[in-house]
């Protein structure tokens, strides 16, 4: 998988000369919308059970959310680095009992130490 190829796509829709005059227009605000269309129907395949359409609206929402952190970029709020290495760091932290010395007897006891490291967090 080549990230750097979907921000770049997304970069070429954007352009303020050769772009797509729609993708151009759009700031954070107006992604909301096309992100909750694609989230529902992702949920949707998934409930479904519809492997070929949860592949594709898998691909769709991942689209959508590389598109928002490239508009974030843009805005000057973070680079798209930034929260995957921040969700990144997060699953690890909440995962002692993979990451670190703590182990879990069963899912039930590796759901529990997940909310702890959460909450743990929270304070």
């Not at 352009?15 to 096309?34: M, N």
């Not at 973070?78 to 993979?98: G, Q, S, T």
Request: aromatic fraction near 6%; include cysteine; proline fraction near 5%.
């Amino acid at each position: 998988m080549d990230i750097a190829k979907v921000f770049e796509i997304i970069s070429t829709l954007r352009h303020p000369e050769t772009g797509c005059p729609w993708d151009r227009e759009q700031r954070l605000s107006d992604l909301i919308k096309p992100l909750r269309s694609e989230v529902e129907e992702l949920a949707k395949a998934l409930e479904n059970n519809d492997r070929e359409h949860i592949r594709e609206e898998l691909g769709d929402v991942f689209f959508n959310v590389c598109q928002i952190m490239a508009v974030a970029e843009e805005d000057g709020l973070f680079n798209p680095n930034e929260p995957v290495e921040e969700v990144l760091a997060k699953m690890i932290r909440r995962h002692p009992h993979v990451f670190g010395e703590e182990k879990a007897r069963d899912a039930e006891h590796a759901a529990e130490i997940y909310k702890q490291a959460k909450a743990g967090e929270k304070k």
